[in-house]
């Protein structure tokens, strides 16, 4: 469970850091070539054809730079419904895809596919979606249920307390005084 914990954040973040670097190396590039284009265009050709090719390559630089411009704003957008979907279950109870859908106003084809390709990637811990009911099941928990055992594996008697996940914003209820992982993407908590 540890190891699945641990590469639930670091997808998550991985996919943070490289949606940064590609939307920022996306405008440098994009923005430094563009000038380079304009320039070029007003420029006198000589007549050698050299003109045309070069404008030609950095007309393709800047497509290029458009194309990270774009991975970088789709991995946040991605990141950003990831957090969202993590707080409609985590604190609504939401069991099926169709209600996360109606919450988020989607369509659901839209949003099974979504999570399943968050669950590909590692965002959720030991999730799925079964794809007859279309409820969304995480590990052992039994359906209907989102404590994810911590109320089984508490001492009798103790108190239990909400506690927001830093990470994704997940509500997790563990025992006071006790360290945990956050039932959605891994992350550590704590109840004070």
């Known amino acids: 469970m540890e190891e699945n914990s641990h590469t639930s954040k670091s997808a998550v973040m991985s996919a943070i850091i490289a949606g940064k670097i590609a939307s ?9 070539f563009a000038l380079v284009f304009f320039i070029g265009l007003s420029t006198k050709d000589d007549g050698s054809g050299g003109k045309g ?7 393709f630089v800047v497509v290029c730079g458009v194309l990270f411009i774009a991975y970088g704003k789709k991995t946040k957008d991605r990141i950003k419904r990831f957090r969202q979907y993590v707080g409609i279950i985590s604190s609504r109870g939401v069991l099926t895809v169709e209600e996360v859908a109606g919450t988020v106003h989607k369509p659901v084809n839209f949003v099974m596919q979504d999570i399943q390709n968050m669950i590909k990637r590692r965002y959720f811990v030991g999730a799925r979606v079964d794809l007859n009911t279309h ?7 039994p ?7 911590a109320q089984r594996n508490a001492a009798p008697g103790a108190v239990m307390e909400a506690v927001a996940c830093k990470s994704c914003g997940a509500n997790n209820q563990i025992a006071r005084g006790t360290t945990g992982t956050c039932e959605y993407c891994g992350s550590p908590i704590k109840a004070e």
């Open 135 to 141: 409820n969304i099941e995480f590990g052992d928990r």
């Open 24 to 32: 920022i190396f996306g405008w440098i590039v994009t923005a430094f």
């Open 143 to 149: 359906a209907g249920t989102f404590d994810g055992g």
């Open 53 to 59: 090719a070069a404008l030609v390559i950095v007309f």
